[in-house]
């Protein structure tokens, strides 16, 4: 098993920045590929950026693209999310996980469904 604990979310003007964690305790050594998903009120959880344990190669929503930045630090086991040139629209509660089973090499690395673990959420709130 895999725990994952999320931090670093905050409120924060429209245009500022952020910078979200992820650490990973347990069987890290299986973790294929990590995420960050987000939720808003009343509206559905959407992919934010993933990247790969084998290669480092990341991916992110068109939404995001140019704006947020993914990066990991195995010494650590943490996975970061920097969020830059924020806007009201990226208000959510922001959610890491972590594929254990390989089910984003099968092509679903932007779907939760391919994730295995999740965190608690942390709370993104951007002000205009």
């Known amino acids: 098993q895999v725990q994952l604990v999320e931090s670093g979310g905050g409120l924060v003007q429209a245009g500022g920045s952020l910078r979200l964690s992820c650490a990973a305790s347990?069987?890290?050594?299986?973790?294929?590929?990590m995420g960050w998903f987000r939720q808003a009120p009343g509206k559905e959880r959407e992919f934010v950026a993933a990247?790969?344990?084998?290669?480092?190669?990341?991916y992110y929503a068109d939404s995001v693209k140019g704006r947020f930045i993914i990066s990991r630090d195995n010494a650590k086991n943490t996975v970061y999310l920097q969020l830059n040139s924020l806007k009201p629209e990226d208000t959510a509660v922001y959610y890491c996980?972590?594929?254990?089973?390989?089910?984003?090499?099968?092509?679903?690395?932007?779907?939760?469904?391919?994730?295995?673990?999740w965190g608690q959420g942390t709370q993104v709130t951007v002000s205009s």
């Open positions: 990247i790969k344990t084998s290669g480092g190669l990341t």
């Open positions: 996980s972590a594929d254990l089973s390989g089910r984003t090499l099968l092509g679903s690395l932007y779907r939760g469904y391919a994730y295995d673990t």
């Open positions: 347990g069987r890290t050594f299986s973790v294929v590929a």
